[in-house]
């Protein structure tokens, strides 16, 4: 027998001394290799027309229905586009229109037959009506409830469209499944007059009160200020120490009032906008047009929120989705606008007082007060609720209690419309929201149109939250992007009842961020925005997810936060197959970018052999307290959440151990053999048996081990493990390199 070669020898005497049993060793971590190594397919998708659905009406709000392909125009960020092609959707049902023929004009309308046989079933050229209510009052939601029913007819064996109740509390609530059986909708109607959603409560009133007794006081302080002013007696100080004592207190409650109020309003619009971010997404897969007709008594959009509107409106022009906002309010005794009006005297007369009597500090600045007013003009009902119209194509219903000539409107829109096609001059999907502009050349019309989207090649059925559109267009280009060390993938630990458990890693180091520094605030801020992308070896989305981070804090911070890293952690459950997980990190200041692509695979479910989870080599371990545990998440062995180093994680030769995780899954009390082997250029230059172990209860054994590896030549490595027994086997490899 030959001698064992020295390269062999050293590996076969690095893995001897492997150590069983759960033990910990921490290595110093080590920033990820820029190279991405070998890539999986690239799936590409090609552009496709773009839809426009057009409503046109004229001076007196009646329905245009004569125009030719001749009498549009359309633009795309302000370039005219060729339009492939013009159509008129036009069912009648019950709206005077009479659209003359015109040659090489395509119709679209007419049930089939297999409707006409039933006439509750949906046909291929209907529509869908989705009504969307949103907390209401009880007077309101009433008001709401009527103008719907209004538009339910009595008499009609079937509706011309199918319609769907929505109700909107803390999450969405689908009240009436799509059916074109008017019985059923007007059921499902009535069940939303017996609701009751949770209330927001309404501080407006006691924040008028203290605004106007503020007004009072004020001039007040400023009088009997002046009037001891020089040789103030007891009685003249006693009462500016009450009037000052009052205004503070007021001050006091009206600022707690107003905080409280916006946190409210901020929860009420989060809440609000993905329940129809919800009702909008679900609706992308069905083809022809789709109306959402929204009653709410405001849509409240704070900043933070914004993404999640932009959101809203792409999804819903994306998936051909017209929404019609109805101010369920009705006439309002006094608009919005009043109160602002009113809280910014209030703010003139505390200015004026403060610095006329000089009794008091100047409590708060006048940029707060401002962004006050912005925020209660943001909550205007005709603020949120027209954008959201306007930028789908529909209209804002606003200022009555009539709301039946409203939905025969919303009604007129779905039985006529065109319907215009373009391919975008274009083609550089970049992400970027660009607006679409139709005109018609005949004078005194009204166009109702999408107002754009955001130029993201590859379709998704998730909808595209606003700050994700530029990373997913970044994910279609090629060559990838890899502007700085990122490291991500996927791990598949497929327990019993989660055999889909897939946790995904995303790892980004920030120094490796631009930071913006305003000197004058002395502040530092940063942006950075991850989105993970999974598909399947068909290239259909099965997963997407992001997280937008903001960086922000005093200057002098700025070194030590520098020194932190982003973790970006989460764990679908995917269906069997091969997936491709795609990950981006791009940075919003400077516009870089890196991007990171690996692959995992689910098995399926009920496989009678044992089975080994992915194997995750460790870069750190933290102690959670046993309160603080997440039970679902598969990184904790006992006390210990572990940290993976995800990609080929790097170590170099002063590193003394790697440490590494897995768990075999099987048959409770079961004993499957476990096998460890270190691989070199693709050969097993050492193998070692592990102690049989029983699985647990859940027929799961986790297993925490380290290898001593500073005595291991530079290279690349594999590290696999097998599990087997007399029905099978299974095992997984988790590469890492010594520098």
Do not use: C
């Not at 060390?485 to 120094?511: H, K, M």
């Not at 003394?656 to 050969?683: C, D, H, K, M």
Request: glycine content about 8%; charged content about 20%.
């Amino acid at each position: 027998m030959s001698p064992t070669p020295p390269r062999r020898r050293t590996l076969a005497a690095v893995l001897a001394v492997l150590l069983t049993g759960v033990v910990w060793a921490q290595t110093r971590p080590n920033p990820a290799a820029p190279g991405q190594g070998a890539q999986p397919p690239r799936f590409e998708t090609s552009s496709t027309a773009i839809v426009v659905d057009v409503v046109v009406r004229d001076g007196k709000g009646q329905l245009v229905t004569d125009l030719t392909p001749e009498d549009f125009e359309l633009y795309e960020d302000g370039l005219r586009q060729t339009v492939g092609s013009f159509s008129i959707a036009n069912r009648g049902a019950g709206i005077a229109v009479a659209a003359r023929k015109r040659d090489g004009v395509t119709r679209v309308g007419g049930a089939s037959g297999d409707a006409a046989a039933n006439p509750a079933a949906v046909p291929d050229a209907a529509g869908l009506t989705a009504l969307v209510f949103d907390r209401l009052s009880a007077d309101n939601r009433a008001l709401a409830q009527r103008a719907a029913l209004s538009g339910i007819p009595m008499t009609a064996d079937a509706l011309p469209d199918a319609m769907g109740v929505f109700a909107i509390d803390l999450q969405v609530n689908l009240v009436q499944p799509f059916t074109r059986d008017p019985a059923a909708v007007r059921a499902g109607l009535q069940r939303i007059g017996g609701l009751n959603a949770s209330q927001f409560q309404q501080r407006d009133r006691r924040i008028v009160e203290l605004q106007e007794r503020r007004q009072v006081l004020g001039p007040e302080l400023t009088a009997t200020v002046a009037a001891n002013r020089g040789n103030p007696g007891p009685t003249g100080t006693q009462a500016i120490g009450s009037i000052e004592v009052e205004l503070a207190q007021n001050r006091m409650e009206s600022r707690m009032l107003e905080i409280f109020d916006t946190l409210e309003r901020e929860q009420q619009g989060y809440s609000t906008t993905n329940a129809l971010l919800a009702v909008v997404a679900s609706l992308q897969d069905t083809p022809g047009r789709k109306t959402i007709v929204f009653f709410s008594e405001g849509l409240a959009v704070p900043p933070a929120a914004q993404a999640a509107f932009r959101s809203v409106v792409d999804t819903a022009n994306r998936a051909n989705v017209t929404i019609y906002t109805v101010d369920a309010s009705g006439l309002r005794a006094e608009s919005t606008v009043g109160d602002v009006r009113r809280e910014m005297t209030a703010a003139g007369v505390d200015r004026i007082v403060q610095n006329e009597s000089g009794s008091l500090p100047l409590t708060g600045s006048m940029l707060r007060i401002l962004e006050r007013n912005e925020d209660m003009l943001r909550m205007d009902p005709h603020t949120g609720l027209g954008d959201l119209a306007r930028d789908t194509g529909g209209f804002l219903v606003r200022d009555t209690n009539n709301l039946q000539s409203a939905f025969k409107r919303i009604d007129e829109d779905m039985r006529f419309h065109y319907v215009l096609t373009y391919a975008p001059s274009n083609q550089q999907f970049d992400g970027q929201f660009r607006t679409i502009d139709v005109k018609v050349k005949r004078p005194a019309t009204r166009v109702f149109a999408r107002r754009g989207y955001f130029a993201v090649r590859s379709l998704s059925p998730m909808p595209i939250l606003g700050y994700e559109s530029v990373p997913l267009a970044l994910l279609d280009r090629t060559p990838l992007p890899n502007a700085f060390p990122i490291s991500a993938g996927g791990l598949s630990f497929p327990e019993a009842a989660r055999p889909g458990l897939t946790p995904i890693l995303v790892a980004l180091r920030v120094d490796a961020l631009a930071y913006d520094k305003d000197e004058a605030q002395g502040t530092y801020a940063a942006e950075a925005v991850i989105v993970v992308r999974v598909r399947d070896t068909r290239g259909r989305v099965a997963y997407k997810t992001s997280q937008q981070y903001l960086l922000s804090g005093r200057i002098e911070e700025l070194a030590s936060a520098r020194s932190g890293e982003i973790l970006f952690y989460r764990q679908p459950e995917l269906l069997p197959g091969a997936y491709s997980v795609e990950a981006m990190v791009y940075d919003a200041r400077s516009q870089r970018s890196s991007a990171r692509i690996s692959t995992v695979t689910v098995p399926s479910p009920g496989a009678a052999h044992p089975r080994v989870s992915s194997v995750v080599i460790v870069r750190r371990a933290e102690q959670v307290a046993a309160a603080d545990r997440d039970e679902k998440n598969p990184l904790y062995v006992g006390d210990l959440l572990l940290y993976p180093d995800v990609g080929v994680p790097v170590r170099t030769r002063q590193d003394r151990e790697l440490a590494f995780f897995f768990t075999a899954y099987g048959r409770p009390g079961s004993r499957p053999a476990i096998r460890l082997e270190l691989l070199s250029q693709g050969r097993v230059v050492s193998a070692l048996p592990m102690t049989p172990t029983a699985l647990d209860a859940r027929g799961q054994l986790p297993q925490l081990q380290r290898i001593p590896i500073d005595g291991l030549p530079r290279g690349v490595y594999q590290l696999r493990v097998l599990v087997e027994d007399e029905r099978g086997s299974d095992s997984k490899t988790a590469t890492f390199s010594i520098d």
